[in-house]
T-cell receptor, first 115, second 115 residues
Framework: DVKVTQSSRYLVKRTGEKVFLECVQD?????MFWYRQDPGLGLRLIYF???????EKGDIPEGYSVSREKKERFSLILESASTNQTSMYLC??????????????FGDGTRLSIL | QKEVEQNSGPLSVPEGAIASLNCTYS??????FFWYRQYSGKSPELIMF????GDKEDGRFTAQLNKASQYVSLLIRDSQPSDSATYLC???????????????FGRGTQLTVWP
């Protein structure tokens, strides 16, 4: 069965801190994604990666960076946390295939509060 | 920017009725279409996908795709209170032959099924 694991369900940090959110998938998927979800704004893509050490900016990359040193692990980094980064963060993964069906599978999410 | 539009709702139907959820998309080259269900406080879970014009049925769920009209819908027959959730439409666009698996999400339609 598909499994995407995010390291924390709830996290509280202070402004200015460097924050790491970890995501691990066990499906040998090539693609991994980080989203944030806020009421009324839907899912917004922050960064994604299609291979080890590769990364692509999504729609809202400012204030974030990512790291993918191993295929199964994709980390989201808040370089200097700010209160407007309080949100639900969702990690997802998917296969790379030239066929049509490439659903993304989501982790349980991390609810991050920046005080 | 690839747009995916959904009526935010809320859509309210009585138990046993058919719930109809609609989604339109802007990129005519879109390939695959996904419906996710998201319960409050939880992460999105895949319900079904469709990539050919016409209908696809899975239990009480039917996805309908009309590429000419750039329209995809989800019908839920015999709606149950447990179907109360937000339903997200996602579209995989053909973007320069990309196989990166990026999906574009709508903001979701909130469905309430009352007993």
């Amino acid at each position: 069965d598909v499994k995407v694991t995010q390291s924390s369900r709830y996290l509280v940090k202070r402004t200015g801190e460097k924050v790491f959110l970890e995501c691990v998938q066990d499906m040998d998927h090539e693609n991994m994604f980080w989203y944030r979800q806020d009421p009324g704004l839907g899912l917004r893509l922050i960064y994604f990666s299609y291979d080890v050490k590769m990364k692509e900016k999504g729609d809202i990359p400012e204030g974030y960076s990512v790291s993918r040193e191993k295929k199964e692990r994709f980390s989201l980094i808040l370089e200097s946390a700010s209160t407007n980064q309080t949100s639900m963060y969702l990690c997802a993964s998917s296969r790379t295939a030239r066929g049509y069906n490439q659903p993304q599978h989501f982790g349980d999410g991390t609810r991050l509060s920046i005080l | 920017q690839k747009e995916v539009e959904q009526n935010s709702g809320p859509l309210s139907v009585p138990e046993g009725a058919i719930a109809s959820l609609n989604c339109t998309y802007s990129d005519r080259g879109s390939q695959s279409f996904f419906w996710y269900r998201q319960y409050s406080g939880k992460s999105p879970e895949l319900i079904m996908f469709i990539y050919s014009n016409g209908d696809k049925e899975d239990g009480r769920f039917t996805a309908q795709l009309n590429k000419a009209s750039q329209y995809v819908s989800l019908l839920i027959r015999d709606s149950q209170p447990s179907d109360s959730a937000t339903y997200l439409c996602a579209v995989k666009a053909l973007s320069g032959g990309s196989t990166l698996g990026r999906l574009y999400f709508g903001r979701g339609t909130q469905l309430t099924v009352w007993p």
